[in-house]
């Protein structure tokens, strides 16, 4: 298999006070004042939770377009006031030359690397028009923890593997009622 090489920027953010409960409010801004503008500057996007830090990494086109993008970046995440420090890394270790960053994981999905980023990617847009939904309704209807069952569920089918729901452990979210 050969490796394309792919040009990511993976950002580790952590909100003021390591205050969990900002995470929403911080993905938000990232998506309403960046992803929703910039779509067409980059391939996929995603991100985790990850102790006390966020992890959203983008994957652009190019170098030239990822090195385009660090300072919009930067200049994003400084504006936002609930964010305590920002940087970037690699799986969570920061790195100070972007070209040391984030690879990708290509070498560990092989040919399905671009099914399991746009599954990441599809998360991650769940996630943010769950939290969302509740900002504009008060309700999240069906329940963030219904939608992920079925989701699991689903995915298992298409898989042709087992689903156990019992195994599934469900953290509420104060949106998730």
């Known amino acids: 298999m050969v490796i394309k090489r792919e040009w990511w920027i993976e950002k580790e953010i952590n909100p003021i006070n390591n205050n969990l409960l900002l995470f929403d409010e911080i993905l938000q801004q990232i998506y309403d004042n960046f992803i929703i503008h910039h779509r067409a500057d980059f391939i996929t996007w995603h991100f985790f939770r990850e102790n006390y830090n966020i992890r959203v990494r983008f994957e652009f086109h190019n170098r030239e377009v990822r090195d385009k993008f660090v300072t919009i970046i930067n200049d994003l995440l400084d504006s936002i006031d609930i964010i305590n420090k920002h940087y970037f890394a690699n799986h969570g270790r920061r790195i100070e030359n972007l070209d040391d960053g984030y690879p ?4 560990t999905y092989g040919r399905l690397w671009f099914q399991q980023k746009k599954l990441w990617e599809w998360g ?44 599934l452990i469900f953290q509420e979210r104060s949106w998730d009622r």
Do not use: W
């Open 104 to 107: 990708g994981e290509q070498e």
């Open 124 to 167: 991650s847009e769940m996630a943010i028009g769950a939290y969302k939904e509740y900002l504009e309704t008060g309700d999240n209807f069906p329940h963030r923890s219904y939608q992920l069952k079925r989701v699991f569920h689903l995915l298992s089918n298409q898989l042709h593997c087992i689903f156990n729901e019992g195994a």
